[in-house]
């Protein structure tokens, strides 16, 4: 598991805790998942937490759909399998996307509403920083990310 995975499922485990919701984030095993298409899911009774969430962690200051998401072994991109898993399964997805800045400088990291994300990729223009500040703000702390409320601005 990746940092910023494990990052992200302290961060919504975190969020649910201090809400007092009902909720549970986990990391998936890839073979488990159709075409390992997802990072972490998250169980809820309540729907609106009944998600799925990709993690990207990149070094740049954009994310390129074609260098950061790669086609298959099936021959499906990956962008197709999430959105297919997506209306498969019923959870509401996610991008969890962090923008490293490098030695010394704070990361950014934010959660983009999947039907946002399926957009760029549609228009094939990537998701710049600034594009990604529109999604959900994961603040940074001592603690890793904390995450205040699943609402866009």
């Known amino acids: 598991m990746s940092d ?3 990052e992200i499922v302290n961060c919504l485990n ?3 805790k201090t809400h007092h919701i009902p909720g549970f984030a986990y990391r998936t095993r890839q073979h488990t998942v159709k ?3 997802t ?3 998250v169980d809820s009774p309540h729907p609106s937490y009944f998600l799925s969430i990709t993690c990207k962690s990149i070094i740049d200051k954009k994310l390129y759909f074609s260098q950061h998401f790669h086609t298959g072994e099936e021959k499906v991109h990956r962008m197709d399998a999430i959105a297919d898993f997506l209306k498969t399964s019923g959870r509401a997805g996610f991008l969890a996307l962090e923008f490293r800045q490098g030695p010394g400088k704070e990361s950014e990291a934010f959660l983009i509403p999947w039907p946002v994300v399926a957009a760029h990729f549609r228009e094939d223009t990537g998701i710049a920083i600034d594009d990604a500040r529109s999604g959900i703000v994961l603040t940074r702390s001592k603690d890793g990310y904390r995450l205040d409320s699943l ?3």
């Open 151 to 153: 609402n866009a601005k």
């Open 35 to 37: 075409g390992g298409c």
């Open 14 to 16: 975190c969020f649910f």
């Open 4 to 6: 910023f995975e494990r």
């Open 39 to 41: 990072d972490v899911l």
